[in-house]
């Protein structure tokens, strides 16, 4: 922005004297006044031991397709999501199918050699070797990424950087841990919805300092837009109002989300407390761990975050469906069809879950919409541990970075470039290729 008195947009700021108040909108008043008015939220969605991919694929292709019994419980959602078909896990090294698919479920990479683990069929393994896309698109920041303002900043653009939770997910172990700072760097989900709740709303949301932090957000946009404002009316070149006209459309899109999220911002209700490592209580703590996602974005306490449903070789007895055995034995038994019924149970949370996000209004939107949510498995097809054809559902629309609707049919191709995709619709468009098995520079092509 170029004023007839020569004033360009970074003077401008310095000028105005708002320092680290101002940081997280510069980015608004820096480019054409056309960015993403809300900001975009990455949540990755595990379940654990593959699938049968008959019951899983739909037939027909694009937006005409048929779901497969396993999708049935997401038809709701047609609209908002794409099934992912013909990619390949890009997944190899120490141990088997479980093991390794842990290691490069979210990296892509190698898990190593080593003598920490069983990593099955007396296997032992290492730790994975890769950084997984969730800590990538956290650590980046400026237009077009859910993040402003770089990690480190002072103070930080909200609470926590990424949030990894987890239902019974198990002690440290290759097949347990599926998020990876870096290499031998793998984060513990928390699997406790109750310390969630004490860490994230224990205090209260509505405190004195998160109502600093509003007034200071306020005074600061009322500051901008009354800059703004004399520079369109006295000050301004006739070429330059329209992009005046859009940074100030902008700042009230700003001051509309900071109303709403007064308003969608609300605690989530916890009633009781359940043994956490109770088989039978395994449905409600997944609904009370998705519960806490949902308020946590909502509340813009993170914007990067995980769910881990279990853990890989998973022992969870379904038992409220009528199941006596635990998930991973029943994988591997061809009749009746168990693996089959436990993954509609779980399509049947994952919906649970777009419900609860599409609920939460953002300006034309939703918070679904403005995020982008991948369920993915640390196996293809459970019998025989195969890494092809792997399951994947993305659904949101990443603020209008994806187009939603269809069953796409890659073929054969590394899910690498999901990863790599996943990326670019974060704002990291300077990503090409993704992990430390396959550094072919391709995506999906969203």
Known sequence: MKSNHGISRRSFLRGLGAGVALAPFVPLLNATGQEMRYPKRLILFYSPDGTGYNDWAPSGSGTSYTPGAIHEPLMAHKPNINILGGLSLTAAGAGEGHAYGMCGLWTASRCKEGTLFDGGNEHMTGWGSGTSVDQTVARAYGPGKPYMLAPGASPPEVPYRTL????????????????????????????????????????????????????????????????????????????????????????????????????????????????????????????????????????????????????????????????????????????????????????????????????????????????????????????????????????????????????????????NRLLVSICNAMGLTEITSYGNLDTEAASLGW
Request: aromatic residues 6%; glycine residues 10%.
């Open 164 to 415: 990894e939770l987890g239902i019974q997910t198990g002690d440290d172990n290759i097949v347990t841990r599926m998020i990876y700072a870096g290499d031998d760097a793998p984060i513990a989900p928390d699997p406790n919805p109750y310390s969630v709740f004490e860490r994230l709303f224990g205090g209260g949301i509505d405190d004195a300092a998160a109502q600093r932090r509003r007034m200071a957000r306020r005074s600061v946009l009322d500051l901008v837009h009354g800059e703004l404002a004399t520079l369109q009316g006295h000050r301004a070149a006739a070429t330059e109002r329209p992009k005046i006209d859009a940074h100030l459309e902008g700042i009230r899109a700003i001051e509309q989300r900071l109303d709403l999220a007064s308003a969608t911002c609300v605690m989530p209700t916890v009633s009781g407390m359940m043994d956490i490592n109770s088989n039978d209580n395994f449905p409600d703590l997944c609904d009370l761990q998705m519960d806490m996602l949902v308020h946590a974005l909502a509340c813009d306490m993170t914007r990067v975050v995980s769910l881990q449903l279990s853990r890989g070789f998973s022992g969870v007895r379904h038992t409220w469906i009528g199941a006596t055995d635990g998930h991973h034995s029943l994988s591997h038994v061809p009749s009746p069809d168990w693996n089959a019924r436990i993954d509609t149970w779980y399509a049947g949370k994952f919906a649970r879950f777009l419900d609860a996000l599409n609920a939460v209004p953002e300006g034309d939107g939703t918070l679904l919409t403005n995020s982008l949510v991948v369920w993915g498995r640390e196996l293809a097809v459970a019998s025989g541990h195969a890494l092809h054809p792997a399951p994947f559902v993305v659904a949101g629309n990443a603020g209008g970075a994806v187009t939603t609707g269809s069953f796409i049919d890659y073929g054969d191709v590394g899910h």
